[in-house]
C-alpha cells in the first residue's frame, strides 16, 4: 500500500521568509500528485499538480511554486511568505482509479 | 474553484441516529466521492461512485448518484461518537483532472 510522508507537521514562519514543504511517497511508481490547501474551516483550494517528474501544473497564481525533482517527491516552495499562505497544506496521490486519492497526514503552516 | 457544494454545512445529531449529507455539483463528471477528515488531520477515502452508478454501500455507508440533478447524497447509518468528523464530496470531471472538493459538511455525534 501507499504511504505518504509530510513534514514538518506544523511550522510558525514570519512574514516574507521562505517555504519548503516536502511530500515523499513510498510503495507506488510514477504516481499523479497534488498539492491542496485547506483555510481555516473550509474546503481544499488545488494549488498544483503533477503527473511525472518535472511537469507541474499551476492551479492558482501566487508566489508559491512546486517541483518534482523525483519521480517520488514533490516540493511546495516560496521565496516570500505572505500571511495569505497560512493554511493547512494536504499532499496527495491518485494510485488507484478505482478508489481514491490517498492524503498525507498535513502540515500546518502559520505566518506572522 | 469549487464544484461540490455541501449541504447542511453542519449537523448535529444523537448516537444511534442516520446522518445525510448532500452534494451539489455543476458540470459534467467521471465520478464523484466522499471523503472524511478529522479535525487537523489529512481525508481519508470513504467511497467512490461512477456517474453510471446510481447507489453504492460500504459497510455503514450510502451513497446516491443523481446525474439528472448533478447531486449525491451520503448517509451515515446509525451513527455513533466516533462518526464525529468533516465530510466532503469531490468530482473528477474527466480523464487525469484533479478532484475538486466542496467546503464539507461537519458533522457531530453526541453521545
Known amino acids: 500500500s501507499q504511504t505518504i510522508h509530510q513534514w514538518p507537521a506544523t511550522l510558525v514562519q514570519p512574514v516574507g521568509s521562505p517555504l519548503s514543504l516536502e511530500c515523499t511517497v513510498e510503495g507506488t511508481s510514477n504516481p499523479n500528485l497534488y498539492w491542496y490547501r485547506q483555510a481555516a474551516g473550509r474546503g481544499l483550494q488545488l494549488l498544483f499538480y503533477s503527473v511525472g517528474i518535472g511537469q507541474i501544473s499551476s492551479e492558482v497564481p501566487q508566489n508559491l511554486s512546486a517541483s518534482r525533482p523525483q519521480d517520488r517527491q514533490f516540493i511546495l516552495s516560496s521565496k516570500k511568505l505572505l500571511l495569505s499562505d497560512s493554511g493547512f497544506y494536504l499532499c496527495?496521490?491518485?494510485?488507484?482509479?478505482?478508489?481514491?486519492?490517498?492524503f498525507g497526514s498535513g502540515t500546518r503552516l502559520t505566518v506572522v | 474553484s469549487q464544484q461540490g457544494e455541501e449541504d447542511p454545512q453542519a449537523l448535529s445529531i444523537q448516537e444511534g441516529e442516520n446522518a445525510t449529507m448532500n452534494c451539489s455539483y455543476k458540470?459534467?463528471?467521471?465520478?464523484l466521492q466522499w471523503y472524511r477528515q478529522n479535525s487537523g488531520r489529512g481525508l481519508v477515502h470513504l467511497i467512490l461512485?461512477?456517474?453510471?452508478?446510481r447507489e453504492k454501500h460500504s459497510g455503514r455507508l450510502r451513497v446516491t448518484l443523481d446525474t439528472s440533478k448533478k447531486s449525491s447524497s451520503l448517509l451515515i447509518t446509525a451513527s455513533r461518537a466516533a462518526d464525529t468528523a468533516s465530510y466532503f464530496c469531490?468530482?473528477?470531471?474527466?480523464?487525469?483532472?484533479?478532484?475538486?472538493f466542496g467546503k464539507g459538511t461537519r458533522l457531530s455525534v453526541i453521545a
Open positions: 461512485i461512477r456517474s453510471n452508478e
Open positions: 496527495a496521490i491518485y494510485p488507484d482509479r478505482n478508489y481514491g486519492y490517498t
Open positions: 458540470t459534467s463528471i467521471n465520478n
Open positions: 469531490a468530482t473528477e470531471n474527466s480523464g487525469n483532472t484533479p478532484l475538486v
